[in-house]
């Protein structure tokens, strides 16, 4: 599972961190200091990916619900 949580929070965090960019880029009262604010806002993205991508792993990971007989 840690392959597929490694794999999940690759994507995820590439994605929030260039949402967090763009939310940085595009507020004008951020934009005046984007410079100094885009790390930020980029290792913030990382580090939310992190628990999202390793709940994401742990639900493709689990078995369908037919194979464990529920319903």
């Not at 965090?13 to 604010?37: D, E, K, N, Q, R």
């Not at 885009?38 to 369908?64: E, T």
Request: charged share 5%; hydrophobic share 60%; net charge positive.
């Amino acid at each position: 599972m840690f392959r597929l949580t490694t794999m999940m929070w690759s994507i995820a965090g590439t994605v929030l961190a260039g949402i967090a960019i763009m939310v940085v880029l595009a507020v004008p009262s951020l934009s005046g200091h984007a410079m100094s604010y885009i790390p930020y806002a980029a290792l913030g993205g990382v580090v939310v990916a992190l628990p999202i991508a390793y709940v994401v792993a742990r639900l493709l990971n689990r078995p369908p619900a037919h194979a464990t007989g529920q319903r």
